[in-house]
């Protein structure tokens, strides 16, 4: 009976471990611009910022660490970051009134807070991000 026991809580232990990555990855993690995950998380209320980036962008380079260190940040632990190719989303640029990779949009729910354009200061990126919440 032990045996059985230890046997069905191995085989459940990594459906367990993955229920508990997924739960953990959704907020402040960054992830790729979604209308209807943007519009969710308008709906919700929740803390959200959004980065337009583009590969060859230094800057842009210069700012995707520092969001990553602020996303494990508790004060951000319901961040929401979504990332917007300035390459290949020209439409969601006309819509966000967006002229230049590297700018960083935040919103409190429905509401835009704040906009940089260029920033690499960690204390400025982190300013901008707290008018989040």
Do not use: S
């Given at each position: 009976m032990i045996r059985r026991t230890l046997l069905a809580l191995l085989a459940l232990a990594p459906l367990a471990l993955e229920a508990l990555t997924v739960a953990t990855a959704q907020a402040g993690e960054m992830k790729p611009y979604s209308?209807?995950?943007f519009d969710?998380?308008?709906?919700?209320g929740k803390p959200i910022l959004v980065e337009v980036s583009?590969?060859?962008c230094p800057i842009c380079k210069?700012?995707?660490p520092i969001l990553a260190k602020l996303s494990t940040d508790p004060r951000?632990?319901?961040l929401q970051i979504f990332d917007i190719d300035f390459d290949s989303q020209k439409d969601l640029?006309?819509?966000l009134?967006?002229?230049t990779q590297s700018t960083l949009i935040a919103y409190k729910g429905s509401v835009e807070t704040g906009r940089s354009v260029g920033e690499t200061q960690p204390e400025w990126i982190e300013g901008l991000v707290e008018k989040t919440l």
């Open positions: 209308q209807e995950a969710a998380a308008q709906k919700a583009a590969p060859w210069t700012q995707k951000f632990k319901d640029l006309r819509k009134d967006v002229r």
